[in-house]
């Protein structure tokens, strides 16, 4: 019902910038949460950022300050702008779309889209 696909990582120097964004696609009315997670080699997946339909944003303490996310409703995509990267921030960075009005009576949760790699050389 709700596909997710990701763009925009890569390789970047330590210091550098990266723009992430996520569009999503498929048979749904409104998306009301969105966030980027990450997940490092033999690590777990952690929440980098979510953002709600009201504009309302939340943070893990690791990236405050340094990450953005934004959402365009208009083209049911989020972006998670990335200053200041870190090698620590190497990762592959996943989008997800917690809770999905698929109808007007009918509501979705977690779609996950495959995942984009983010890497930070020091």
């Known amino acids: 019902q709700v596909q997710l696909v990701e763009s925009g990582g890569g390789l970047v120097q330590a210091g550098g910038s990266l723009r992430l964004s996520c569009a999503a696609s498929?048979?749904?009315?409104?998306?009301?949460?969105m966030g980027w997670y990450r997940q490092a080699p033999g690590k777990q997946r952690e929440l980098v950022a979510l953002?709600?339909?009201?504009?309302?944003?939340n943070y893990a303490d690791s990236v405050k300050g340094r990450f953005t996310i934004s959402r365009d409703p208009a083209k049911n995509t989020v972006y998670l702008q990335m200053n200041s990267l870190k090698p620590e921030d190497t990762a592959v960075y996943y989008c997800?779309?917690?809770?999905?009005?698929?109808?007007?009576?009918?509501?979705?949760?977690?779609?996950w889209g495959q995942g984009t790699q983010v890497t930070v050389s020091s």
């Open positions: 997800k779309a917690e809770r999905v009005r698929t109808s007007v009576a009918q509501w979705g949760y977690d779609y």
């Open positions: 498929g048979s749904f009315l409104s998306i009301n949460v």
């Open positions: 953002i709600t339909s009201g504009g309302s944003t």
